[in-house]
């Protein structure tokens, strides 16, 4: 009989915590001083020229984005892992993976609030740092004008492409970034837990944590047709031609790839959520089923009905695709010889 490896400790001595905190707080107080230091300078500066309350402005700003973002991202981030934790199953099956992981599950348990405000709290502090940094854009944003000029492609005023453009792509690079980390995160806590079985016999994932990580993809899903749908006004800043701006294949060949593919996302979208409710529906009919008497439909089978899409459909709109690129390009390149 193999014996039980011990269990790694993480204790460390009164000595050797104090030591750890007084150089952790060092550091801190090193690189807050250094950007104190910038700006009392810029205080200074702003004020012997009369514009004091213009840096009151931009300090502001920069504290509020902290904020906003950086507890956004803790909370996303700290939530899944909370969901994820709290979906873990009652009992595992023995089996050799699941007894190494073990050990690090006696040791995640005794720490998990630790663990947990730390994960949050990096997160929060990365993401808030971050943000300051795009104080501009969303000033500009938030106090930006109107130009009274429509553009000829998407008759929107100007200031929507010099404003609101960059900071919708800001919100959407956010939104991407926490929903990735949300993902990979609980895909971790589930494997840890036992949720997710890799080298174990039987099923491979239970049910709750499939459900979990189904809602991630899906909210992925729908950033990713929003990030489509954005990408047709970003057409207008192509330098595809002698000249920045939308040229005749922005128009005619990318314009209509960037609207199929965020109709193609909004369908897989659909579909994912088909195969959720599908699912749900299926293991709410086994609940209720007589012992003995097996399902009628598996969750592979509420895949495949889930997720049909139409191919033909698709393929007739990508021919259609591939000969505009073409004709716009031989135009492209007529008009650069005249």
């Known amino acids: 009989m193999a014996m039980r490896p011990p269990l790694p400790s993480l204790a460390l001595s009164r000595r050797a915590r104090i030591s750890l ?28 020229v009369g514009y004091r309350n213009v840096y009151k402005g931009i300090i502001t700003t920069k504290l509020v984005l902290f904020l906003i973002f950086g507890v956004l991202m803790a909370l996303i981030l700290g939530g899944n892992i909370v969901i994820a934790y709290l979906l873990r199953p009652p009992f595992r099956p023995l089996s050799a993976e699941q007894q190494n992981l073990e050990r690090y599950r006696v040791v995640l348990e005794q720490h998990k609030k630790l663990v947990l405000g730390g994960i949050a709290g990096l997160a929060g502090l990365s993401a808030g740092l971050s943000s300051m940094g795009d104080w501009r854009t969303w000033m500009l944003w938030r106090y930006g004008g109107h130009f009274g000029i429509k553009d000829l492609q998407f008759h929107r005023d100007i200031s929507f492409f010099a404003w609101d453009y960059p900071a919708y792509r800001l919100m959407l690079g956010f939104g991407f970034i926490a929903i990735l980390f949300s993902i990979l995160l609980s895909i971790a806590v589930h494997y840890l837990f036992g949720a997710i079985r890799v080298q174990t016999p039987g099923p491979k994932i239970t049910l709750s944590a499939r459900r979990h990580l189904t809602v991630l993809i899906f909210v992925f899903i729908v950033l990713k047709a929003l990030a489509y749908w954005l990408d047709r006004y970003g057409v207008v800043f192509s330098n595809r031609g002698k000249v920045t701006g939308a040229s005749y294949t922005d128009v005619n060949a990318s314009l209509p790839a960037k609207t199929i593919l965020f109709w193609m996302a ?18 709410h009919h086994q609940r209720h089923l007589p012992r003995g008497r097996p399902a009628v439909l598996g969750e592979a089978e509420c895949e495949r009905q889930g997720s049909q899409i139409h191919l033909t459909e698709h393929q007739r709109h990508t021919r259609g695709l591939r000969h505009r690129v073409v004709d716009g390009s031989r135009r492209d390149g007529e008009l650069r010889q005249l």
């Open 21 to 48: 905190a007084v150089v952790a707080s060092l550091i801190v107080l090193l690189i807050v001083l250094g950007s104190l230091v910038g700006v009392y300078i810029n205080w200074l500066w702003f004020g012997e």
């Open 266 to 283: 909004v369908e897989r979208a659909i579909a994912r959520d088909r195969v959720r409710r599908a699912a749900r529906a299926q293991h």
